[in-house]
C-alpha cells in the first residue's frame, strides 16, 4: 500500500527516525498503516503517477535538507549553502537511478 504525505512542504517525523516527506510516496505494509492511520497528515493513495515521484528540494528549508542529507550520509558543513546541499542529494538521486536501470538491464 502506498502512503503519502498530505502537506506541500515540510516533514512528518514519528519517531524511531523515521519521516514522510512532502511530495513522495512511500510503500507500507498493512500492519505498518495500522499504526500510521492514525496521523492527520498521512493519507493511503493509490495514484500510480506517485510511485516515483520527481523529488523537488528547493521546496524545503535547510534544516530540512540538512537532515535529509544526513540520513543520505552526505557531510554537510558549516559553509554549504542551500544550493550546495540540494545539488549534493541531487547527485545521490540521480546516482540511485542510474544504479537501478543499470541492475535492470543485467537481468
Same mark, same amino acid.
Given at each position: ?8 512542504? &515540510?516533514?512528518?517525523?514519528? &519517531?524511531? &527516525? ?37 523529488? !523537488? ?9 540538512? !537532515? ?40
Amino acid at each position: 500500500m502506498k502512503v503519502k504525505y498530505k502537506h506541500a512542504t &515540510g516533514a512528518l517525523h514519528i &519517531g524511531g &527516525g523515521r519521516f514522510f516527506y512532502a511530495g513522495e510516496t512511500y510503500t507500507v505494509t498493512d500492519e505498518e498503516w495500522e499504526q500510521l492511520q492514525w496521523y492527520e497528515d498521512l493519507e493511503e493513495t493509490d495514484d500510480a503517477t506517485l510511485e516515483n515521484p520527481q523529488i !523537488v528540494l528547493d521546496k524545503y528549508t535547510v534544516d530540512e535538507l540538512k !537532515v535529509m542529507a544526513k540520513e543520505a550520509g552526505i557531510e554537510i558543513t558549516a559553509s554549504m549553502k542551500k544550493a550546495d546541499i540540494v545539488a549534493a542529494l541531487e547527485a545521490i538521486e540521480v546516482n540511485a537511478h542510474v544504479e537501478a536501470r543499470e541492475g535492470k538491464a543485467a537481468e
